[in-house]
């Protein structure tokens, strides 16, 4: 899939590629073969990193536990730096790296495991309700959408062979 420049892009659609949006990281790039997917990608997904209940440590290990669910290495090498500006510490990155959520406490136990399941279509009524008892319902919905689009952005970047940036 080609990887087109901000400057190859249509004059309305520039600002995608600019520095005030994700810049021209390759996952980006790849979808902005279509301008208007793209924006719309990148709206929602503003929308999942504004407009939740979520922290933002909380935010990342969500995507941290998709991203290895799914052996995204491309998700999984974005969300390494991110998570630790979101206070993810490197011992607890390399915990779900390991798939070992006993390495954290209850409730973030329970959005690693609700996360991981989702990623795997294995989602059970014992994982979703300590959710809910964990976060209270309108947290399930919101990591279910958080958690599906980056299911959905994993699978992207395998349909589109979208090369990891830098090492």
Do not use: F, K
């Given at each position: 899939m080609p990887l087109p420049r901000q400057e190859d892009l249509p004059e309305d659609y520039q600002y995608l590629l600019s520095e005030d949006a994700l810049g021209?990281?390759?996952?980006?790039?790849?979808?902005?073969?279509?301008?208007?997917?793209?924006?719309?990608?990148?709206?929602?997904?503003?929308?999942?990193?504004?407009?939740?209940?979520?922290?933002?440590?909380?935010?990342?290990?969500?995507?941290?536990a998709v991203a290895r669910a799914l052996d995204s290495a491309y998700e999984w090498h974005q969300h390494v730096e991110l998570g630790q500006d979101a206070g993810v510490s490197l011992e607890a990155i390399r915990a779900i790296g390991r798939e070992d959520t006993d390495a954290f406490e209850g409730d973030e136990r329970a959005l690693l495991d609700y996360a991981t399941a989702f990623a795997v279509g294995e989602v059970t009524d014992t994982v979703s309700d300590d959710l809910a008892a964990a976060y209270g319902e309108s947290t399930v919905a919101e990591v279910a959408m958080l958690a599906s689009h980056y299911v959905a952005t994993a699978r992207v970047l395998d349909g589109l062979d979208v090369p990891v940036e830098g090492e």
């Open positions: 021209e990281r390759n996952v980006i790039r790849a979808i902005a073969n279509n301008p208007a997917v793209l924006q719309s990608y990148m709206r929602y997904g503003t929308t999942l990193w504004t407009e939740t209940e979520l922290t933002d440590r909380e935010r990342e290990l969500v995507i941290l």
